[in-house]
Nanobody, 124 residues
Framework: QVQLVESGGGLVQSGGSLRLSCAAS????????MGWFRQAPGKERDFVAT????????YYADSVKGRFTISRDIAKNTVYLQMNSLKPEDTAVYYC?????????????????WGQGTQVTVSS
């Protein structure tokens, strides 16, 4: 059974930092693009960042560009999201996801596996 387990969420003050981790188990995500999405209460699930299998393609939502960094450790089967200069509007449940394909995507519908989410709350 494939599992993606996020960790690292929590409460932080505006301007602070958090590092989210997403560990995969049940299979190695060999050749899969990975992504991070987030969902605030009452809103749609939004794209945050994505990274290709080869780590040479990364894309970010405009709202997080320059503040967030996605990375992956293939040997550890883990993807990370470093979040700096956090703002109250970054408050959401953050989900990691894996695609069956190698290419990146900003479309949640193109991801096949999802974690359970981790709450990030940024206070003003």
């Amino acid at each position: 059974q494939v599992q993606l387990v996020e960790s690292g969420g929590g409460l932080v003050q505006s301007g602070g930092s958090l590092r989210l981790s997403c560990a995969a188990s049940g299979r190695r995500f060999f050749g899969n693009a990975m992504g991070w999405f987030r969902q605030a209460p009452g809103k749609e699930r939004d794209f945050v960042a994505t990274i290709s299998w080869t780590n040479d393609r990364v894309y970010y939502a405009d709202s997080v560009k320059g503040r967030f960094t996605i990375s992956r450790d293939i040997a550890k089967n883990t993807v990370y999201l470093q979040m700096n200069s956090l703002k109250p509007e970054d408050t959401a449940v953050y989900y990691c996801a894996a695609r069956a394909g190698v290419a990146t995507s900003v479309n949640a519908n193109e991801y096949n596996y999802w974690g359970q989410g981790t709450q990030v709350t940024v206070s003003s």
